[in-house]
T-cell receptor, first 112, second 111 residues
Framework: DGGITQSPKYLFRKEGQNVTLSCEQNLNHDAMYWYRQDPGQGLRLIYYSQIVNDFQKGDIAEGYSVSREKKESFPLTVTSAQKNPTAFYLC???????????FGSGTRLTVV | QQQVKQSPQSLIVQKGGISIINCAYENTAFDYFPWYQQFPGKGPALLIAIRPDVSEKKEGRFTISFNKSAKQFSLHIMDSQPGDSATYFCAASIRADKLIFGTGTRLQVFP
């Protein structure tokens, strides 16, 4: 079955540590996206990539970094520069020119 | 200009009732308006979507009403069921570029 896999489902880190969230898709989708979800604030775009080796900043990119070395993979690193990293992180993908997104099940990151 | 404003933030409906969630936008270049449904601990899933050349789209108990002149669109859930209890997000996009999401509505349907 095709889909998007985010791992791990829950992640705990100490303040000041970088952490990388995994996102893998086997849908052969060209575009991939990272969103952050906080209560009452909806989904806010962190980074997106429409082709391999290229990505663009979203609305809240500060304190985050990404890479897109393979079509299937779009990992997100939450750096120590992110002031409030505790949140639910969602990865999504879509075909080029297609409006519909497929989302993963998310990673809940807690920084203590 | 890129925002999508959604209301209400939360909604409580009795089983069998009609749930209505509203969204408004400013950018007239938006050409795709989907609604996503999210259950706790899960990612959002596409529920129904509409293009601005159509005023209404119905899929089962779910209907999108679109008012181009008012720059508003809404989701109507007829005969609401407890299984519909979830968070609903409206969104908008221009030419299949990134989706801009509303802030979400938490719907609770009581038996």
């Amino acid at each position: 079955d095709g889909g998007i896999t985010q791992s791990p489902k829950y992640l705990f880190r100490k303040e000041g540590q970088n952490v990388t969230l995994s996102c893998e898709q086997n849908l052969n989708h060209d575009a991939m996206y990272w969103y952050r979800q906080d209560p009452g604030q909806g989904l806010r775009l962190i980074y997106y990539s429409q082709i391999v080796n290229d990505f663009q900043k979203g609305d809240i990119a500060e304190g985050y970094s990404v890479s897109r070395e393979k079509k299937e993979s779009f990992p997100l690193t939450v750096t120590s520069a992110q002031k409030n990293p505790t949140a639910f992180y969602l990865c999504a993908s879509s075909k080029q020119g297609d409006y519909g997104y497929t989302f993963g099940s998310g990673t809940r990151l807690t920084v203590v | 200009q890129q925002q999508v404003k959604q209301s209400p933030q939360s909604l409580i409906v009795q089983k069998g009732g009609i749930s209505i969630i509203n969204c408004a936008y400013e950018n007239t270049a938006f050409d795709y308006f989907p609604w996503y449904q999210q259950f706790p601990g899960k990612g959002p899933a596409l529920l129904i979507a509409i293009r601005p050349d159509v005023s209404e789209k119905k899929e089962g108990r779910f209907t999108i009403s679109f008012n181009k002149s008012a720059k508003q669109f809404s989701l109507h859930i007829m005969d609401s069921q407890p299984g519909d209890s979830a968070t609903y997000f409206c969104a908008a996009s221009i030419r299949a570029d990134k989706l801009i999401f509303g802030t979400g509505t938490r719907l609770q349907v009581f038996p």
